[in-house]
């Protein structure tokens, strides 16, 4: 593990990173999050400190929900006292008290057990005057902690145990919960690597083979590929002839022509053809291995998101330290060191509403929740705030905006031949077609009316052909039938551009036919969403660039093309977009698209992906709707909004308290009553988001459980 | 609270922990799994301590909601509504257990739950009870929600808080029992004890249901059968009457 990468999570860490002993190891982390769940999950074998952690977590929940029972006994009176029980208003009194200390036995554990690494957090932030949400809960919750106390030692009154101990397991759970989801790149790039074989037949001095492990291949080595087998090493065809696919880095399910001259590349697998190759760029310097340490270099260039919380926080909460700090120093002349300090504590209490601590989970775990209805699953909250900012999307082609399959469009004939007769010949030639061109040629040609051909051979690259009463007939690109002899009529000349595959028998082309690339069912649909949303849209395609150009101007809205790009085209395509200042969105399904769905700022993978796929993407979509994307997109930025609303709300409310409390003007009653109506108002306005947009055209389900939230804090 | 409703919760708990145990089950059997001896106990013990404190913060919870609309409104507008709402709840559940209605099952909370739970049971035995017991005690389960409901109906912090206990106590046999001896109920069982808990539930929310709307109909002295209702309880004499005045107290809020 490189040192300024997180233990955990592996993005880059902060300036000032956490820093700790994991297995004896010094691991430096970029959040507290993470270092709490590589305690817990990274060393479940072992006994001790590991587990500890996990152990804290869990105990503290357990004592912070008797806190709460038995301060609900307090709320209003809840409990009432027993008439034989209550002889005067002192028992009352009495009792409460003795709820109070009840109170303080199990708030204690709960403030030592998960307090304790917020407050270091706080001294350390202190030191370097950064601050983070964390620290000004951190510090609310000692404050209003020992304020507690006080009242309890000095005969009882209003407490606050509930809240400090309640903020504390909620920010705890969310931080833990939020880092165990954090995307591990690592684990696609190594699944990545693993796409070319680890061993290969090499040929000896003396022409015999050997086998051996792929890392001590060199440059100009011969080796031996098997049908069926990867390829692992980049180089050339030298002897053989048959189909690769290529898939995992182009991204198009039609196979390549492999003739002798051809370059190969490593991560692509060899279908049927048996082959000997030259090796020119053996493992370390493959593009496999590019495109592996580009994806690293794009990992370590997306910084860590900093939470909107945290970018308000940074300056709140200096703010409200120092107005603790002036309100003790102003009151203390008039009102002794005790009663000030009581008044500076409350300003930091007060400095840190329980509508704070829910404000930010709220809304995204509400958009979590709204966003799994869907079928889109994502990553973690923070891949949602991170969608809030996309104003760029960038499809895959194959797979993500077209289904993979061609269709016919366009049949023209020769003088005197009817399309039926074309349409029969291609049914005879297609029948057992393979290729996808063939296939598709195949369904349109509907089954062969006769007796089959003979000697029907497929040429890589090039078409079918076989013969039929004497005849040869062919089916493929105009060229290599005039290679064959075949002569063009005039009719077919000049052709609309397309692609097209022309069809021939005795010494004529007889017709040809134009096929295009069918789109995802509501393909059209979701892009006009997209660019009605202002965002601009882009096309990253393995394709060569004529097929891609020529989707491109056949879509309803402006879609920028790029065609013939190679994983690592993909992600300095992706690159250059965040070069000038836009944060795109990659959507893809393929191997091929898996880099780019690690290196982009937020990946998006469409079902039906590999498991590569999943594992790079940030979003996976459980159908293959595009429609999802602009929900998705639209979900982000409503959240966003409803983040903003959050949290505006609730440090307004925090700095009219603050000011209250330092001119010792607050009442407990506003105090608690404010506190109750911004939670409520936070909760509700997060709820919200449940009544989905319209657009999306799937109604909004069942409302989801806020999760773990405990309501009204 | 009086003895016959506690001693129906508690028949309404042993009954349901009869068939729960096909979905926490496992979890006993996984909190002692590798122990042995006396600390076996002491693993079964924590587990349902921490079970039944997350019941207990429900019910505390649940009973509050009742009780602050004991605050808002007049006393037995407020016990019938309460009543109605219990009962109609226990109803829809028992109704579900029964087969004959389906609720919308709380999706995504299983996620969560998984998070949670996956790294509690790799800790070390003697802790993991525990913890394994708070985590459960919050797992979706209509048993448990029939109980909050009836919580909420009482309205007051201490019968609040014995009807979640009855309900950790009362699944305390069939759990352990299944912990010690394996696996000692056969599915026929667990499924005839379903019904059952479904017939007695939908006995049960149409007595609390009654129980509200009886005073209105002039009849609560023929049906005195459930006591006094809320805030009658064993624990006080000169208890609030039917539908219980709010408590007379001075309006402290505490913030929260």
Known sequence: MAADHCAQCELPLPGHPLRARVCGEECAFCCYGCYLVLRVTGEKGEAGAAQGLMLRLGFGLFFALNVMVFSLARYGEYFALPQTLLGAEADTARFNLLLEYLLLGFATPVMLLIGVPLLRRFVDEVRRLTFSIDSLIGIATFAAFGLSVRTTLSGGGEVFYDTATWLLVLITLGRYLESRAKVRTTGAIQQLLDLAPVTSRRLRHDDTWEEIAAEVLRAGDTIEVRPGEGIPADGVCLDGTGHVDQAALSGEAEPAALTPGTAVRAGTVSLDAAFTMRVDAPPGARLLDRIAALMRAARDQRAPTQRIADRVAGWVTPLVLACGVLTFLYWRPSIGTGEALLHGLSVWVIACPCALGIATPMALWVGLGVAARRGLLIRSAAVLERLAAVDTVCFDKTGTLTSGEMEVVEVVTAPGIPAAALQRAVALLEARSEHPVGRSLARWAGDPVDESLQQLRTLPGRGVCGEHAGERWLAGSREWLEEEGLTLPAALATLSPGRWVHVGWGDAIRGAVRLTEELQTGTEDALQRLAAMDLSLHLLSGDVADNVDRLARALPVPVTAHGGLLPDGKIAALERLTRNGHTPLMVGDGINDAPALAAAPVGLAIAGGTDLTRAAADVVALHTDLGLVPDLLDLARRVHRTLVGNLSWAFAYNLVGVALAATGNLSPVFAASAMLVSSLLVIGNSLRLNRGPRAGGQGPGPAPSPGLLAPGL | ?256
């Open chain 2, 1 to 256: 609270m009086q003895l016959a409703e506690t001693l129906a919760l508690a028949i309404l708990g042993v009954t349901g922990s009869v068939h729960c145990l096909g979905m926490c089950g496992g979890f006993p059997i996984a909190v002692d799994y590798g122990v042995k001896g006396p600390s076996r106990l002491g693993a079964q013990l924590l587990y349902h301590l921490g079970k039944t404190t997350s019941y207990l913060f429900l019910g505390a919870w649940a009973g509050w909601a009742g009780f602050m609309l004991h605050r808002v409104l007049p006393g037995e507008l407020a016990t019938t509504i309460l009543a109605l709402a219990a009962g109609l709840l226990m109803g829809s559940i028992a109704l579900q257990i029964l087969g004959v209605l389906r609720l919308p099952v709380l999706d995504g909370l299983a996620s969560v739950f998984g998070h949670l739970l996956a790294p509690l049971l790799a800790l070390r035995p003697a802790s993991r009870g525990l913890l394994v017991g708070v985590v459960n005690g919050f797992l979706p389960c209509p048993l448990v929600y029939a109980f909050v409901a009836k919580a909420a109906h009482q309205a007051r912090f201490i019968d609040a808080l014995v009807t979640m206990a009855i309900l950790g106590l009362s699944t305390i046999p069939a759990l352990v029992a299944t912990a010690v001896l394996g696996r000692p109920v056969t599915g026929a069982v667990r499924a005839y004890a379903y019904r059952l808990l479904g017939v007695l539930l939908l006995l049960f929310a149409v007595y609390t249901g009654w129980r509200g709307i009886a005073p209105w109909l002039g009849m609560e002295h023929q049906h005195h059968v459930g006591g006094q209702g809320p805030g009658a309880g064993d624990l006080g004499e000169g208890n609030h009457p039917l539908g219980g005045e709010p408590p007379a107290v001075s309006h402290r809020h505490h913030g929260g």
